[in-house]
């Protein structure tokens, strides 16, 4: 074909079979060769894509899925307020990790923020034949938008589920692990009155992380009962710092569940002139910008949050493609030694 045809070709939308012209190969072939199919010869592969390449060529989405049966979707479910979600960087972050994966592999990521509907709103546009799969982040015990799915949807959990733990696939940091190395540290800088601003106790990271403080205290023999819930915001931070501090018993380190809970509780400390870390000695979660952004810049466990969100697409992806796929991924912590302890 010549350079005029290609051009004048290029002047319409292009359709799939002037890509089998420019390529040189039949219409079923190119459609198989663009949706992946292995028994196409590589050479025929190379082709159509350099066709789709000069053309620009853009598959239509409803046609391919009749071809591959999928939606070539997946949604992430997130069941916390609006507000939360676009406040907390950890969504952000997450969110980036899951679409580096997504973009290579030709899957499109939207976003249902379920405590904003009702459950069987959600519910019905998860199971209407949209998406390919779900991810979930930020769950907590008592959401119902996805225990009722249909076990014919793959679904992905960012940690550990409350709910049929033994049965659902999730990736996990190890964050008892973390909490438990994080509150160690503190000991080891000396401290012996380690309060703790732990998570919501309805959600795993809440729950692991306190039980991380709690098991680094018993080994030190040092006393547990310093304890405030917060709910990962720094609002909650604030709150809490000062309900502990209003106990009037000692206190000169603390484990915040979370860099957001642990700039909350500078605000506090700070107001009340106390001083990081000579009075109190901070260790937060997550490792986030906010945390070397702190003056004095945040100790805290670093939370590999993009690789998590990486690594959530990759089983999705594989459990909808039918690949062998672990059922559970825990990534590594690890402390990241600043300023405030």
Do not use: C
């Not at 039949?26 to 198989?32: F, G, I, Y």
């Not at 990736?171 to 401290?191: C, F, K, P, W, Y």
């Amino acid at each position: 074909m010549t350079g005029d045809a290609v051009s004048e070709q290029s002047r319409a939308a292009p359709t799939l079979e002037m890509v089998a012209t420019l390529a040189g190969v039949s219409r079923a072939t190119a459609s198989r060769a663009i949706n992946g199919a292995t028994t196409v010869d590589p050479d025929l592969v190379a082709a159509v894509n350099k066709a789709v390449n000069a053309l620009n060529y853009v598959p239509n989405r409803a046609a391919r899925s009749l071809v591959t049966k999928r939606a070539q979707a997946v949604t992430l479910v997130v069941p916390e307020s609006t507000t939360k979600v676009f406040a907390d960087p950890f969504f952000g972050s997450v969110v980036e990790g899951m679409s580096q994966y997504l973009s290579g592999v030709e899957y499109t990521l939207n976003m249902v923020i379920s405590s904003e509907t009702n459950p069987a709103q959600t519910r019905r546009y998860l199971m209407g034949s949209n998406v390919d799969g779900v991810l979930v982040v930020s769950h907590h015990m008592g959401d119902l938008s996805w225990t009722t799915l249909d076990s014919s949807l793959p679904i992905v959990f960012a940690g550990r589920p409350l709910i049929g733990e033994k049965t659902r696939h999730y990736i996990e940091v190890d964050n008892e692990q973390g909490a438990a190395r994080g509150t160690q540290h503190l000991v080891s800088r000396g401290r012996r009155n380690i309060a703790t601003i732990a998570g919501p106790q309805d959600m795993p990271p809440g729950i692991d992380r306190l039980r991380g403080w709690r098991r680094a205290l018993k080994e030190a023999g040092l006393p547990d009962n310093a304890v405030e819930i917060g709910d990962f915001t720094i609002a909650s931070g604030a709150e809490t710092m000062r309900r502990l501090l209003d106990r009037n018993q000692p206190i000169d380190g603390l484990f915040a569940a979370n860099d957001q809970m642990a700039a909350g509780a500078y605000s506090v400390l700070q107001a009340r002139g106390l001083r990081i870390p000579e009075d109190i000695a901070v260790v937060g979660f997550d490792d986030g910008e906010i945390a070397s952004a702190l003056v004095p810049a945040l100790t805290t466990v670093h939370h590999p949050i993009v690789q998590m969100g990486q690594r959530m697409a990759e089983m999705l992806v594989g459990l909808i493609e039918g690949k062998p796929t672990d059922r559970v991924v825990r990534l590594t912590s690890s402390l990241v030694i600043r300023d405030s302890a």
